[in-house]
């Protein structure tokens, strides 16, 4: 079975450009989740999705990133403006909740804004 | 929120010893995971353990959940080992993981 798939692996970009992450979770994982990792910090959750539906978004900063999941499979994140503050790892995971509530990882995107 | 705490922060271990790290948390719990980032950043499960006892090879983890603390036990360390450990969970109503601040295992030959 493959894993959760995140592109690209690595982005750099001036401040106040746009960027967009993309992600494809495990087949059957109804759950979609983006996290952000700081430097020398654990994950921190951004969106959930169940299936289509956006079910928690509050640490969405909605001023400059949104995010959409098409279908219910893949997902977008995205950034626009960028701020020198966003450089972090962008995480995307998956789970098949509510049968597991086991959650999966891709490798995640590494995202520097000069 | 729910708070998670690891410790010890830094760990630094000969090849082929044994350790243990310990992950407290502050409420109940339906979902605690147990991690291992290594250096290019990957986010490796190693256990799906809300309560109990799980073995996999040379790692074990135990949950005591009424007493709100996880470990996990890894035993003849390799320098595969090495990288940053987390302990993450999740409690009814609300399926984020939270994230503890990780133990960083360096396991020297």
């Known amino acids: 079975e493959a894993g959760v798939v995140q592109s690209p692996r690595y982005k750099i970009i001036e401040k106040k450009q746009p960027v967009a992450f993309w992600c494809n979770p495990i087949s059957g994982h109804n759950t979609l989740y983006w996290y952000r990792q700081n430097l020398g910090q654990g994950p921190e959750l951004l969106i959930r999705?169940?299936?289509?539906?956006?079910?928690?978004d509050s640490q969405l900063p909605k001023d400059r990133f949104s995010a959409e999941r098409l279908k219910g499979v893949d997902s977008t994140l995205k950034i626009q403006p960028a701020e020198l503050g966003d450089s972090a790892v962008y995480l995307c995971?998956?789970?098949?909740?509510?049968?597991?509530?086991?959650?999966?990882f891709g490798p995640g995107t590494r995202l520097t804004v000069t | 929120g729910i708070q998670v705490e690891q410790s010890p922060p830094d760990l630094i271990l000969q090849e082929g010893a044994n350790s243990t790290l310990r992950c407290n948390f502050s409420d109940s719990v339906n979902n605690l995971q147990w991690f291992h980032q290594n250096p290019w950043g990957q986010l490796i499960n190693l256990f799906y353990?809300?309560?109990g006892t799980k073995q996999n090879g040379r790692l074990s983890a135990t949950t005591v959940a009424t007493e709100r603390y996880s470990l996990l036990y890894i035993s003849s360390s390799q320098t595969t080992d090495s990288g940053v450990y987390f302990c993450?969970?999740?409690?009814?109503?609300?399926?984020?993981?939270?994230f503890g601040t990780g133990t960083r295992l360096t396991i020297i030959p």
């Open positions: 995971a998956s789970s098949r909740s509510p049968e597991s509530y086991e959650q999966y």
């Open positions: 353990i809300p309560s």
């Open positions: 993450a969970v999740g409690n009814f109503g609300n399926e984020k993981l939270t």
């Open positions: 999705y169940e299936n289509e539906e956006a079910v928690d």
